[in-house]
């Protein structure tokens, strides 16, 4: 079974700096999808970015970047100039690839934390 | 982007009633939606995974008379939680999946069992 782990269960950081969460994940598909979802307070999922397993290039969406290494079975989301309104909990989120199976399984969350 | 809309967002119940719950696709035809449960601070937990016009299919350990899950139409899932007891108040979240392996969520459901 495919198991998505976040291994920060809280992470902080200064409006305008640069942060990094983590997320692993364990499969045996070659072909899939990560994805990193944002849940503020008002817990509307909203999601943030989007990977294909099998796009080397690493996705992006302005502030938001990803580090996927495949080998490693890493997915990290980076946000730079952090902002206030990125305060929320973060989950990391696997999906299969194709046929009629469109379940995500989700890690367990990053609550992030932007100070002023 | 697609639109789906969660109703109740917030509802409050006596015990052994049951609760309805709506997922509505407003802009695309949703040929699967997903319903998950989430507890405070907790991550999401799939329940069932519900396709238009045939039997749900309900995730291990999740009673399938105690939340019943109807996919009458490509853009509506409803999910009614039966003789509801406290240990089912919860966050419940609907999705839907669109024709480009996009999932887009609902607003939630707060619901308290007194």
């Known amino acids: 079974a495919q198991t998505v782990t976040q291994s920060q269960p809280e992470m902080s950081v200064q409006e305008a700096e640069t942060v990094t969460l983590s997320c692993t994940y364990d499969t045996s598909e070659s072909d899939y999808y990560l994805f990193w979802y944002k849940q503020p307070p008002s817990r509307q999922m909203i999601l943030v970015i989007r990977q294909e397993a099998y796009k080397q290039q690493n996705a992006t969406e302005n502030r938001f970047s990803v580090n996927f290494q495949k080998a490693a079975k890493s997915f990290s989301l980076k946000i730079s100039d952090s902002q206030l309104g990125d305060a929320a909990m973060y989950f990391c989120a696997y999906k299969k690839s194709g046929g009629s199976n469109y379940k995500l399984t989700f890690g367990k969350g990053t609550l992030l934390t932007v100070n002023p | 982007g697609a639109v789906v809309s969660q109703h109740p967002s917030w509802v409050i119940c006596k015990s052994g009633t049951s609760v309805k719950i709506e997922c509505r696709s407003l802009?695309?035809?949703?040929?699967?939606m997903f319903w998950y449960r989430q507890f405070p601070k907790q991550s999401l937990m799939l329940m069932a995974t519900?396709?238009?016009?045939?039997?749900?299919?309900?995730e291990q350990g999740v009673e399938k008379d105690k939340f019943l899950i109807n996919h009458a139409s490509l853009t509506l899932s409803t999910l009614t939680v039966t003789s509801a007891h406290p240990e089912d108040s919860s966050f419940y979240i609907c999705?839907?999946?669109?024709?480009?392996?996009?999932?887009?969520f609902g607003s939630g459901t707060q619901l308290s069992v007194l």
């Open positions: 519900s396709n238009e016009g045939s039997k749900a299919t309900y």
């Open positions: 999705s839907a999946r669109d024709g480009l392996e996009k999932l887009f």
């Open positions: 802009d695309f035809q949703a040929t699967t």
